[in-house]
């Protein structure tokens, strides 16, 4: 093997890990990709592969480092990065970064782990293969370590649109490390083996996957408790709902206890009054006693599905809606009340904010909620709409148009959860959110 293909092959498995790193940076958005998934894979190996090749021959040509070529490199990469991605800028960089971080850590890990062998000869700093797989092996390791945080975890977040604010600062801190691990990369033996230098610097440097992954953990328990904190707020105010309705139950339950205690004096003073031939007198005390018993509509056996039910009822009503409920629930619910209730108002409550700018004849809402098999659960929401309504990639819609979007990220979230299906049709200008709950398959929240 010639010289220079012995370099260029050394620089090209350099480049090799460009492509786990390109893995790690789409893993937390795979849902908001502006192509098929397909597609976005096929044009980001393809680029990689031929930025590798590219890269390499450079190296080898003009005798120059991998990082000479690789660090403005990085900026092209990341452009076309962001053109593939929808999310917000700074969520692309922090993501983009956070890939680029662990393989500027597994490469200077890997200099100074190998740096007696590997800085021998004053040719630049191409690695040798054994020390090439090393980098691309550790590369690969690290990505398992921080899989769940990318493919789990950071999705859930990037998607909150209650931290945006957050991502102004905080890509900076992969941007930082990755920088530092750059410029820590070993350049001198003797510098390198002088003293304690080498060992002291190795334990520094696994500090920082390990620093960065709890800091990952904080920031994730954080943002737990933010949700939590914001769920306990939307139950409460619908444990308020189901109170009030509950007093109403509560209260048709006492006055139909003394209608059938006092039966039989009602059936006397209507059998004497039909005798008699009074009818306006009997339609007189008939009438309180069918406006007690009509006092309270029921929608389904559960009565806090009644509660929601009723509520959003008298609400439209008085923005003068029409809701079709078709509700065939049981007394007991296969998830929680205090979650599918929520729930459940979440898209009642967008529908009735979408139909309320049309004219008043259009104002309907249809709700379809049931059980089509044990354990599933599935709800279904539709309203009219006018204009024309964008979806993300992800399949909701864009919140700028008024009414429709809201609450919906919390929706999938719970969805999610659920490991259930959720889709979003807008044909025929009829606005449709079907949903599907495995309710027996529920991942943990502190997942």
Request: glycine residues 4%; proline residues 4%.
């Amino acid at each position: 093997m010639s010289e220079e293909l012995r370099h260029f092959l050394q620089h090209l498995l350099e480049f090799a890990v460009l492509l786990p790193a390109g893995f790690f940076a789409f893993l937390p958005v795979e849902d908001k990709l502006r192509y098929s998934d397909r597609k976005t894979d096929l044009l980001t190996g393809t680029l990689l592969i031929v930025f590798a090749v590219a890269g390499s021959w450079v190296c080898t040509r003009y005798a120059v480092t991998t990082n000479t070529v690789l660090v403005p490199g990085m900026v092209i990469l990341f452009a076309i990065y962001c053109r593939l991605v929808t999310v917000g800028f700074g969520q692309k960089m922090f993501c983009f970064a956070n890939a680029a971080m662990i393989s500027a850590f597994a490469a200077a890990y890997t200099g100074y782990l190998t740096a007696p062998m590997e800085l021998k000869e004053p040719y630049e700093l191409a690695f040798s293969f054994r020390a090439g797989l090393i980098s691309f092996l550790l590369n690969i390791l690290l990505g398992i370590a921080f899989s769940r945080t990318l493919r789990v975890k950071m999705p859930r977040i990037l998607r909150d649109e209650r931290l945006e604010g957050m991502w102004q600062w905080l890509p900076m801190i992969p941007v930082i490390m990755t920088s530092i691990l750059f410029w820590a990369e070993p350049m001198d033996l003797d510098l390198v083996m002088s003293g304690r230098v080498r060992e002291i610097t190795l334990v520094m440097l696994a500090l920082i996957p390990i620093v960065m992954f709890v800091l990952y953990h904080v920031f994730w328990q954080t943002f737990i408790l933010l949700t939590e904190s914001e769920t306990l707020a939307r139950q409460n105010t619908f444990f308020q709902v189901e109170r009030r309705r509950y007093d109403a139950l509560r209260k048709l339950i006492d006055d139909t206890r003394t209608i059938r205690h006092d039966f039989r004096q009602h059936l006397r003073v209507i059998s004497q009054l039909a005798q008699e031939g009074d009818v306006e007198e009997l339609r007189e005390y008939i009438a309180p006693l069918a406006e007690s018993v009509e006092a309270v509509k029921r929608y389904s056996k559960n009565i806090a599905v009644d509660a929601i039910a009723s509520y959003y009822a008298e609400q439209a009503e008085k923005n003068q809606t029409q809701i079709i409920w078709k509700i065939n629930l049981p007394e007991e619910l296969p998830m929680e009340e205090a979650e599918y209730c929520p729930l459940l108002g979440n898209l009642v409550e967008n529908a009735l904010a979408a139909v309320s700018s049309l004219p008043p004849e259009q104002r309907k809402v249809k709700v379809v909620t049931g059980i089509p098999s044990e354990n599933f659960l599935g709800i279904t929401v539709e309203n009219p709409y006018e204009g024309t309504i964008q979806l993300k990639n992800n399949g909701l819609p864009k919140t700028s148009r008024k009414g429709h979007g809201v609450g919906l990220e919390s929706v999938a979230n719970t969805v999610e959860r659920h490991n259930g299906f959720m889709e979003v049709k807008t044909d025929d200008h009829i606005f449709a959110v079907n949903i599907l709950l495995n309710c027996d398959r529920a991942i943990d929240k502190d997942e």
